[in-house]
């Protein structure tokens, strides 16, 4: 299973961008998505989860009303509309799903390598 990420970039304070990861591979079924980043000399953080049927969202403080998690199942994707772009918004941004695959009892946590997103003037 390979998750790919895209959609980053540099972009000007109060700017969007929307980040995008689809996971390949031997697939049966997909959990929850994330989205997580990472800035320069701190820990990986959580910034949005979206559960499987896409009713259950959840967000970080510091994104909420700024940022939109979403997915399509048919395209086993996770999206991240980031709107009012922040420099403390700067970091890798990196996707998680917990996937279930064929003839798997049990699931697994799968990343994505990231993508840079970088806010500034």
């Known amino acids: 299973v390979q998750l790919v990420e895209s959609g980053g970039g540099l972009v000007q304070p109060g700017g969007s961008l929307r980040l995008s990861c689809a996971a390949s591979g031997d697939i049966f079924s997909i959990d929850v998505m994330g989205w997580y980043r990472q800035a320069p000399g701190k820990q990986r953080d959580l910034v949005a989860t979206?559960?499987?049927?896409?009713?259950?969202?959840n967000y970080a403080d510091s994104v909420k009303g700024r940022f939109t998690i979403s997915r399509d199942n048919t395209k086993n994707t996770v999206y991240l509309q980031m709107n009012s772009l922040k420099p403390d918004d700067t970091a890798v941004y990196y996707c998680?799903?917990?996937?279930?695959?064929?003839?798997?009892?049990?699931?697994?946590?799968?990343w994505g390598r990231g993508t840079q997103v970088t806010v500034s003037s």
């Open positions: 979206i559960t499987s049927g896409g009713g259950g969202t």
């Open positions: 998680k799903m917990t996937v279930k695959r064929t003839g798997w009892i049990t699931q697994t946590d799968y």
